[in-house]
């Protein structure tokens, strides 16, 4: 693909489901960030990985909140027994350098919890 | 927690003319990013400018870097109606995830 894309686009919740939301990078590339896009504000980071490893997930905003990339692609957020206040846009980016450089964001999911 | 300020938060202008938009940050940094988000879409990637660069030029853009006050600018000369969006300037004080302002928001009005 040309791009990342992300999947749902957009999804509904009723307060205290699961949800998982997908990522799929650019080919190739080694780096992958999750943010989170709250109304009228800047993404923020939640975490981050290189390959397969999880070497940063310092921005995760509770425990109900768990990421993935089990083969250093595709990567999965999941938010267990979601609230309310998780109702944003989350958006994922990936990087084809280790440190610094350009992200490539996909179109994000919009996570709507009622 | 966000890491810059954008000014102003929003910006009106017509056709043709420039906008500038100033992004102030408060750790010290590797590089900084410029990034353009249209309504309902992702963060699409405009600049880089390294920590030891002043300016820097790609098309109807100039960014400048001035890491003494900790601040940034971008001009878009020229404006137009596709213009329309909310930028954001991005930090990487880490080295690899980025932290954001809370973006200006550029209308031109045609």
């Known amino acids: 693909g040309a791009g990342v894309s992300q999947s749902p686009r957009y999804k509904v919740a009723k307060r205290g489901q699961d949800v998982a939301l997908r990522c799929d990078p650019i080919s190739g590339h080694v780096s992958l960030f999750w943010y989170q896009q709250a109304l009228g504000q800047g993404p923020e980071f939640l975490t981050y990985?290189?390959?397969?490893?999880?070497?940063?997930k310092s921005g995760l905003p509770s425990d109900r909140f768990f990421a993935e990339r089990p083969e250093g692609s595709v990567s999965t957020l999941k938010i267990q027994r979601t609230q309310q206040e998780d109702s944003a846009v989350y958006l994922c980016a990936s990087s084809q350098r280790r440190l610094g450089g350009e992200q490539f964001f996909g179109p994000g999911t919009r996570l709507t919890v009622l | 927690s966000q890491q810059g300020e954008e000014d102003p938060q929003a910006l009106s202008i017509q056709e043709g003319e420039n906008a500038t938009m100033n992004c102030s940050y408060k750790t010290s940094i590797n590089n900084l990013q410029w990034y353009r988000q249209n309504s309902g879409r992702g963060l699409v990637h405009l600049i880089l400018?390294?920590?030891?660069?002043r300016e820097k030029h790609s098309g109807r853009l100039r960014v400048t870097l001035d890491t003494s006050k900790k601040s940034s600018s971008l001009l878009i000369t020229a404006s137009r109606a596709a213009d329309t969006a909310s930028y954001f300037c991005?930090?990487?004080?880490?080295?690899?995830?980025?932290?954001f302002g809370e973006g200006t928001q550029l209308t031109v009005n045609p």
């Open positions: 400018i390294r920590s030891n660069e």
């Open positions: 991005a930090t990487d004080p880490s080295g690899s995830r980025l932290t």
């Open positions: 990985f290189q390959n397969e490893a999880q070497l940063d």
